[in-house]
């Protein structure tokens, strides 16, 4: 695939490293902001390798479309350079604990008096200020700390985490919402700013209408399982040869169903025909519910109900997912040429765009495959780089 346009004339340093802000600048990347992943020199970074291995399904899928620059920030001409190429840039993302940018010397304030139009984005654990500002922040820290656990799981097991970063991911994704803002106000304004984002307040605002239902109403939602909080019949059920997920929401549904499975008489029960009525009797259902949905298989039933308008699926594994017919159509599953591996699949941008597509153009780069064209871009001499590099600036 070529490069998208969309993004094109945009220059963003990436300073971030782990989840949030990688997947941040992965979005900048596909829709072809010209994103330099800017990492210490080789073996001076003890976290180095947080992702496993430079050439693994990890560093391959956050860090494609992307150059890479070894430098040292911790020395003054590494930050010299750094400075040099924040002249010419748009964004620089980060997710540093709020103190350390200070202690470089890469602030906002710092890099503003550089380039007044230039956009920081910050991603944290728990913000920038505050009581825990200084504290580490990891995906499943803000996941039980942002109310998503407490909603998760079996109520018989207690808390249960989600299957993927949720809190990482969606700081990340909110951070490039941000990002994109501050570039439209800065068409208009002329200058930069700085965008904030962290898990802990990503993760909270995923929680939506259950924190919603906290500020609103005063009710503290507890964990249902697979059950949704209150809609039923609407969750897992067991299968002749698996499970699957039904989807009733609503009363028509809900008769549509009945009528489906030769129980007609449910759907116009009053203990059973309205939502709160069977809400009401949850547990009673869905024993009610169990010996019918045992009699077919997953693929039947969810061929069945789809006759009837009744919202149901399979639950896959990713094996299953990437085989199924529409997902196979959508084309996430993007196809890339990796200098070692040969052609490898990774997982593609979920929001297409009609006229600039975002695309995979080019794999991950090794550390510091382009920090000689950079820096030469930037005006440095051969002699001049080679300098930096024997003295491990790069």
Request: aromatic fraction near 6%.
């Amino acid at each position: 695939m070529t490069r998208s346009s969309a993004l094109g004339p945009l220059r963003v340093l990436d300073l971030s490293r782990v989840r949030a802000g990688p997947a941040c600048c992965r979005v900048l990347a596909d829709f072809g902001a010209d994103v330099i992943k800017i990492e210490a020199p080789v073996g001076a970074d003890p976290s180095a390798g947080v992702n496993g291995a430079r050439h693994g399904y990890d560093m391959l899928n956050l860090h494609r479309n992307k150059r890479s620059l070894t430098l040292n920030l911790k020395d003054p001409d590494g930050l010299a350079i750094f400075m040099r190429m924040v002249a010419q840039a748009d964004v620089v993302v980060e997710n540093f604990r709020p103190d350390v940018k200070d202690r470089l010397g890469i602030a906002y304030e710092d890099l503003a008096k550089v380039n007044p139009r230039i956009i920081l984005a910050s991603i944290s654990g728990f913000g920038q200020d505050g009581p825990y500002a200084k504290r580490a922040g990891f995906d499943q820290i803000a996941q039980g700390m942002g109310g998503l656990m407490g909603v998760t799981g079996d109520p018989e097991a207690g808390p249960m985490r989600a299957g993927t970063a949720v809190a990482d991911l969606s700081s990340g994704l909110f951070a490039a919402i941000g990002i994109l803002v501050a570039l439209q106000e800065r068409a208009i304004s002329g200058m930069g700013q700085w965008v904030q984002s962290s898990l802990l307040e990503a993760q909270i605002s995923l929680m939506d209408f259950q924190a919603a239902r906290y500020l609103v109403e005063g009710e503290v939602p507890e964990s249902s399982g697979n059950d949704h909080p209150y809609v039923t019949p609407m969750g897992v059920v067991a299968t002749k040869d698996g499970h699957m997920n039904l989807g009733v929401g609503s009363d028509t549904q809900w008769r549509a169903l009945c009528d489906l499975i030769g129980r007609s008489e449910w759907g116009t029960d009053a203990k059973y025909a309205t939502n709160p009525a069977r809400f009401e009797r949850r547990s009673d259902l869905w024993k009610m519910l169990a010996p019918v949905f045992a009699q077919k298989s997953t693929t039947d039933w969810v061929a069945a109900l789809e006759r009837v308008g009744v919202p149901a699926g399979p639950i896959y594994r990713m094996n299953e997912v990437f085989d199924d017919p529409q997902v196979r159509h959508s084309g996430i599953a993007a196809a890339i040429q990796h200098p070692v591996r040969g052609e490898t699949k990774l997982v593609g941008q979920p929001v297409k765009l009609s006229r600039t597509p975002a695309s995979i153009y080019v794999s991950a780069p090794d550390a510091g495959e382009h920090s000689d064209a950079i820096l030469t871009d930037l005006g440095l001499s051969s002699d001049e780089i080679a300098d930096l590099r024997a003295r491990d600036v790069i």
